[in-house]
């Protein structure tokens, strides 16, 4: 299949997932995970990485960078491009699927036919679809952040979360967009989650004016880092809206709970 030059949909499918799970530095025709994802779809390693690296040429944070993809980017790269920044969780879901079919036919057996399948086999499509996406939207952090917590450095994946921004269930077309999430600590994590930090416009932490003062676990491991300037990612850097839903509507606690418009929210999100 090696002759093979028009990309078919499923094969952008596989090969746009699998850009947004690698480094811009690892986009290369040895590197073993695009080895495997050629052999499956029937490309070579090269020309699965030069699709890449034209995909590279799409992504704003990569060229603001100095960076550059290749310039053979087709018009079908750029409709995909922009069907997966409109509708990220639809995206993930269709990538896993365009995955699937090049691995194996469709096992039929997953697709039960009896009286409980209104109920039980719905429920397994839906928590199967929860764990492709927080697999992808974890994959595609740790990717952007060279795994690494953007607050402390702390470099060990088991310590890691893939934080969200705006909370997973206030969003569903962006809650597996990585532009709204945050590679952190466990505890950082949770922390964020609380609303006892948060990120001002400058991309600098700010820390809740409410912790406990003779505490000197939580001087040393949250309100030492007040003012710090985020490490900033390759790629998918945090949208500004989804920030300032977190700071008005999550780090504010009064504001929080005098509650949120969703429409006034999705008003402003900006699409980047």
Partial sequence: MSGKQRWERAELFVAFSLYCQLPFGKLHSKNPEIIKHAKLIGRTPSALAMKLCNIASLDNAIIATGRKGLSGVSQADRD????????????????????????????QTAWPNNADYDYTGHEKIVQSSARIGQ???????????????????????????ASHIVPWRYDRKNRLNPRNGLLLSVLHDKAFDL?????????????SNHLPANDSYIAASILAYEGKTLVMPCKFPPDPAFLA?????????AQREAGMPICNYNKHVERS
């Fill in 80 to 107: 995909m491009w922009q069907e997966m920044r409109e509708d990220w969780e639809n995206f993930v879901l269709n990538a896993e699927a365009a995955l699937k079919s090049f691995a194996a036919p469709l096992d």
């Fill in 135 to 161: 697999s992808f939207f974890r994959s595609a952090l740790l990717s952007a952040y060279e795994q690494k917590c953007c607050i402390t450095g702390l470099s060990d994946q088991r310590l890691l979360v």
């Fill in 195 to 207: 609303g006892i930090i948060t990120v001002n416009e400058d991309m600098t932490l700010r820390v």
């Fill in 245 to 253: 839903y977190h700071r008005a509507y999550i780090f504010d606690k």
